[in-house]
């Protein structure tokens, strides 16, 4: 039951050039969406988010963009630094009243080449 | 800044025995929630738990599994009855008061390494 699915296992990008992480959902009822970033031996750290009555949020170097009807988002890291190297996972939840669970992607690795 | 703590960082459990993981949430956080990560998998929803009652439930966490807030600081996490595929990371996060129109992120621990052997 893949209802968050992220086809890039890895990603490998230059510093300072953008990286461009993909994540494609199926389930219509999620609202909600968010990255983390994970390093090693470390929980999920939130990022950024956006719900589903935006198109783009921007967070300094983040910006989130949801397509919502291609069920698509994209987190885009410009310019890329070599401390952004982690695994970044989508996640996406559907409101219920502050009892939202997540659902996680199955994450990909981003490498900042310098 | 705040952060969710857990404890221990690595357990080592023998089959049968039963464990208690620990969290601290944020302070002023509410809503609690239990995720876990088997090697190589994705990251997991188990429970929810709001108002010192679980909200909700995966199918993962049955009979075996139960949740606590023995106080107003810690959640924890029991497993009665440890079988070897409860090996995994196990994720506590935190959630404050949700807005009436605005979503609210989760904030993770850094989890709780369970190994059985």
């Known amino acids: 039951d893949q209802q968050v699915k992220q086809n890039s296992p890895s990603l490998s990008v230059q510093e300072g050039r953008i990286s461009i992480l993909n994540c494609d959902y199926t389930?219509?009822?999620?609202?909600?969406f968010l990255w983390y970033k994970k390093y090693p031996a470390e929980g999920p750290t939130f990022l950024i988010s956006i719900s589903s009555i935006k198109d783009k949020n921007e967070d300094g170097r983040f910006t989130v963009f949801l397509n919502k009807s291609a069920k698509h988002l994209s987190l885009h890291i410009v310019p890329s630094q070599p401390g952004d190297s982690a695994v970044y996972f989508c996640a996406a939840s559907e409101s219920n009243f502050g009892n939202e669970k997540l659902t996680f992607g199955t994450g990909t690795r981003l490498t900042i080449i310098p | 800044e705040p952060e969710v703590t857990q404890t221990p960082s690595h357990q080592v459990t023998q089959m049968g025995q039963e464990v208690i993981l620990r969290c601290v949430p944020i302070?002023?956080?509410?809503?609690f929630y239990w995720y876990r990560q088997i090697l190589g998998q994705k990251v997991e929803f188990l429970v929810s738990f709001y108002n010192n009652e679980i909200s909700e439930k995966s199918e993962i966490f049955d009979d075996q599994f139960s949740v606590e807030r023995p106080d107003g600081s810690n959640f924890t996490l029991k497993i009665r009855s440890t079988k070897l595929e409860d090996s995994a990371m196990y994720f506590c996060a935190s959630m404050p008061r949700r807005g009436t129109y605005s979503n609210q992120p989760q904030h993770f621990g850094d989890g709780t390494r369970l190994s059985i052997l």
């Open positions: 389930n219509s009822m999620f609202d909600y």
């Open positions: 302070s002023n956080h509410l809503y």
